[in-house]
């Protein structure tokens, strides 16, 4: 005779102790009970009668709701996995480190990379009179008329029998576009040629990560004007390519040029490598901290407007500890966490034993960099932050 199970109805053996399909229990009821029913003592008296208690069907684990709950946890982790790498910067590609380098492109760089212009004449007066007998100017000032840049000759009368007459031009609204910082330029765009970058020799400077590459440059929109007598000859010469070395560093999602302030302090610590060892021993020596773990916890008690903690980092020649927390409590007011910190780097520019400075790199959350120098002296064996008030 075929059995089959009472909960789900599948066919089932008839030694069978669960279902293979839902997993329910087939034993029979009664072998349940006994088996939950706690061994008696052969002398122990006989518990006196409760209650009757309805009873329950021990709980069994489905083996389809174990794969799908260990389905679904991988699914959260995978996501949750997922989620860090896409809010992490991955390693630098050629399309990231070209869009962090935009505003460069259209900002420092017109001003960094040599620009064809020409400073050979004050572009800055107008209007501008000359002697009709100086060919060479006037020849120039004519091409610029005629590159629609000045406008003229305009002859005027002087009132000098030794001089009657001159020959005058003034700019017109397009000389604008061309002359920059007093100088005639032929381009106003730059142009990438091309990147060169190795990712794998990705640096690091604390939580930085550092990106090197080489941006190779050429100066494109030549204006048409520039190409024809007489001034072909001077700006042929301008528009060969350039190379420019840049640092990025990873930010969110992206890369950003490495500001001149943070490149400043990045190789001043390549200057001035951290010796561990010292720092150690100094720490051991001192009982306390490392004077650069001071320097970034003052800075950061700072930034949250920690009264606490900077009482206690604090230190000055004419107060006592009471009284600089006193000066603190009547310092103007900052808001509290106005500025959410990225990261704090610090260097060690000088000192000894006794004695250190600290110059200070604060990446704010908004993308603002700030620096900070704070000179530490050794209390009583621990580092303390020397406040002037």
């Known amino acids: 005779m075929a059995a089959f199970c009472h909960e789900c109805g599948a066919p089932r053996a008839a030694d069978s102790v669960f279902c293979e399909q839902c997993g329910t229990s087939l034993r029979p009821q009664g072998v349940l009970l006994a088996e939950l029913e706690p061994p008696r003592t052969p002398h122990a008296p006989r518990p006196s009668p409760g209650p009757i208690a309805t009873p329950r069907r021990p709980v069994q684990l489905n083996q389809r709701l174990l794969i799908g709950g260990a389905v679904g946890v991988l699914a959260l982790m995978l996501a949750g996995g997922g989620a860090w790498w896409w809010l992490t910067p991955g390693p630098a590609t050629e399309a990231k480190l070209l869009e962090g380098a935009k505003p460069w492109l259209t900002g420092d760089g017109l001003k960094q990379v040599t620009r064809p212009c020409l400073h050979n004449f004050d572009y800055q007066a107008s209007p501008v009179s000359i002697n009709p007998d100086n060919q060479p100017t006037r020849e120039w000032l004519d091409g610029l008329v005629k590159a629609g840049l000045y406008q003229g000759p305009e002859t005027v009368s002087t009132g000098n029998s030794w001089q009657p007459l001159q020959l005058r031009y003034e700019k017109t609204a397009k000389a604008a576009t061309a002359i920059v910082d007093n100088r005639l330029c032929a381009a106003s765009r730059l142009e990438v040629l091309g990147l060169e970058f190795n990712p794998k020799a990705e640096e690091h400077w604390g939580p930085m990560r550092i990106q090197r590459g080489t941006l190779k440059l050429r100066w494109e929109d030549r204006a048409a004007w520039s190409d024809s007598a007489p001034f072909k000859s001077q700006f042929d010469g301008e528009f060969s390519e350039q190379q420019r070395n840049l640092l990025w560093v990873a930010q969110d999602k992206g890369w950003r040029l490495m500001t001149s302030q943070e490149e400043s302090a990045w190789q001043s610590a390549l200057r001035h490598p951290p010796a561990e060892a010292n720092q150690g021993l100094s720490s051991l020596f001192s009982g306390g901290d490392s004077p650069e773990k001071v320097a970034e ?64 790199t604060a990446r704010m959350k908004t993308g603002e960099t700030q620096f900070l120098t704070l000179e530490l002296r050794s209390i009583n064996h621990q580092w303390r932050v020397v406040m002037g008030f």
Request: charged share 35%; hydrophobic share 40%.
């Open 297 to 360: 916890s003052m800075l950061r008690a700072m930034m949250d407007r920690d009264l606490d903690t900077m009482a206690k980092l604090a230190y000055s020649r004419e107060l006592s500890p009471e009284a600089i927390r006193q000066r603190l409590e009547h310092a103007p007011a900052r808001p509290k966490n106005a500025e959410v910190l990225d990261y704090v780097l610090v260097t060690r520019v000088a000192g000894d034993q006794s004695r250190a400075e600290m110059e200070l």
